[in-house]
């Protein structure tokens, strides 16, 4: 009804015609908004018997009175009746979207997360037709007929699909919550999963250190130290005898340590800032929680883990290394992920190995304590999983190269 009224000056300030502040603006924009409810409201507005002000809306197909002590109450209340009733008939997925993404950073722990949702906006959204279509108008068929469309379209995996569908899923919930719409079309929505791409588990030798890359990694990481006395080295060894998550490991702290066991009970986390028009520089900083539930979490130091740490104290002492009581630190201060990360493919290109990253380590860490038989439910205990179909399916890989592999085969089934 009025929409045409804010385009207008803002088109007008953005070209320089108006000389007018954003106070002014908005002041005019709702004068000339209300201005124009009140002129196209279709019943009168009347005083009656009973001392007040009445009048009528149709809400729902019916007619709804409206009685206030004044007239100057029941035009307010007609005005947001109004601009409420245009936000249902008008809001679509676009116009929502920016809105529910500032509310979804709000309610979690992890921007990380509201930027992939961002990512999948761009990818999947922007620039096609349903998120044109207004909120109230998007009925079963219409979702259910999209979601099968973009899933063979895209050809995406069950776990691609859940992703991006998330938007749409916590957009229209959202919308609900608002009053816009009663029920979420999407609720309904479901797909065989024959329509979905199948997802193959990638090749073990791209997702762990094999028995003879892990020695020399760490033998790498053994001459950095005793080359240079950087206790950072160090890390990687570590990573090996007790699996963390990288982020645990760079937030670990002294005080965690009691006796032949570490306490896991903080992380680094990865903080983008959003802007206006997109993302701006990550901060890293240490959070006191862990990923999961589950990840806060007791775990044991062998002997060789107890001596790496005994290393890694005395050369910061040594150095003068010292950080609010974090284990990992330099001259700067406490490291970051990023670091251990850019060491650890570095020992990778000297010694001609694939590169891989510090998760490669966790896995390698998980998939060595599955193959000497180690209870499941002390691996996933101890790697702070919350069930052992996520420590089976996503961290199980072969440690032997495919000529040990082979000669495994060959002295069992050939004698």
């Known amino acids: 009804m009025y929409k045409e009224f804010s385009e207008l000056l803002r088109l007008l300030k953005e070209n320089n015609i108006m000389n007018i502040d954003d106070v002014q603006m908005r002041e005019m924009v709702n004068k000339m908004k209300r201005e124009l409810i009140l002129k196209n409201h279709p019943y009168n507005i009347f005083l009656s018997s009973d001392g007040r002000y009445h009048t009528y809306v149709i809400k729902d197909g019916k007619r709804k009175p409206i009685a206030k002590k004044s007239r100057e109450k029941v035009e307010d209340a007609l005005v947001q009746f109004y601009k409420e009733n245009e936000a249902r008939t008008q809001s679509t997925l676009k116009t929502l979207y920016p809105e529910w993404l500032d509310y979804k950073l709000v309610c979690t722990n992890s921007s990380n997360t509201v930027r992939r949702i961002d990512n999948d906006w761009k990818k999947f959204y922007v620039g096609t037709p349903i998120i044109d279509i207004p909120i109230a108008k998007l009925d079963y068929i219409t979702v259910h007929k999209w979601a099968h469309s973009i899933v063979k379209q895209m050809n995406l995996t069950q776990k691609q699909y859940r992703?991006?569908?998330?938007?749409?899923?916590?957009?229209?919930?959202?919308?609900?919550?608002?009053?816009?719409?009663?029920?979420?079309?999407?609720?309904?929505?479901?797909?065989?999963?024959?329509?979905?791409?199948?997802?193959?588990?990638?090749?073990?030798?791209?997702?762990?250190?094999?028995?003879?890359?892990?020695?020399?990694?760490?033998?790498?990481?053994?001459?950095?130290?005793?080359?240079?006395?950087?206790?950072?080295?160090?890390?990687?060894?570590?990573?090996?005898?007790?699996?963390?998550?990288?982020?645990?490991?760079?937030?670990?702290?002294?005080?965690?340590?009691?006796?032949?066991?570490?306490?896991?009970?903080?992380?680094?986390?990865?903080?983008?800032?959003?802007?206006?028009?997109?993302?701006?520089?990550?901060?890293?900083?240490?959070?006191?929680?862990?990923?999961?539930?589950a990840g806060t979490r007791k775990v044991y130091l062998t002997t060789k883990a107890r001596e790496i740490l005994s290393m890694i104290k005395n050369a910061s002492d040594?150095?003068?290394?010292?950080?609010?009581?974090?284990?990992?630190?330099?001259?700067?201060?406490?490291?970051?992920?990023?670091?251990?990360?850019?060491?650890?493919?570095?020992?990778?290109?000297?010694?001609?190995?694939?590169?891989?990253?510090?998760?490669?380590?966790?896995?390698?860490?998980?998939?060595t304590l599955i193959d000497h038989n180690v209870n499941i439910n002390y691996i996933r205990e101890t790697v702070g999983h919350e069930s052992e179909e996520t420590t089976y399916k996503s961290y199980c890989f072969n440690r032997l190269s495919t000529d040990m592999t082979e000669n495994i085969l060959e002295n069992i089934l050939c004698g």
């Open 163 to 293: 992703n991006m569908a998330l938007i749409m899923k916590q957009i229209l919930i959202y919308s609900v919550d608002k009053g816009l719409i009663t029920d979420s079309p999407y609720e309904r929505v479901r797909l065989p999963g024959k329509i979905f791409a199948k997802s193959s588990k990638k090749q073990s030798d791209t997702q762990v250190f094999l028995t003879d890359e892990q020695p020399q990694i760490e033998q790498e990481a053994y001459k950095e130290f005793y080359k240079t006395n950087n206790p950072v080295a160090l890390a990687i060894p570590l990573a090996f005898q007790t699996g963390l998550r990288v982020g645990e490991l760079v937030a670990l702290r002294y005080s965690d340590i009691d006796r032949e066991y570490l306490h896991i009970q903080r992380m680094e986390v990865r903080v983008p800032h959003k802007k206006e028009d997109g993302w701006g520089a990550t901060e890293y900083k240490v959070v006191e929680h862990t990923k999961t539930q």
């Open 318 to 367: 040594s150095n003068g290394y010292v950080d609010n009581d974090y284990i990992f630190v330099n001259e700067k201060g406490r490291i970051h992920v990023r670091a251990l990360d850019y060491r650890l493919r570095k020992y990778c290109d000297n010694l001609n190995i694939p590169e891989k990253s510090m998760h490669k380590i966790r896995k390698t860490f998980i998939s």
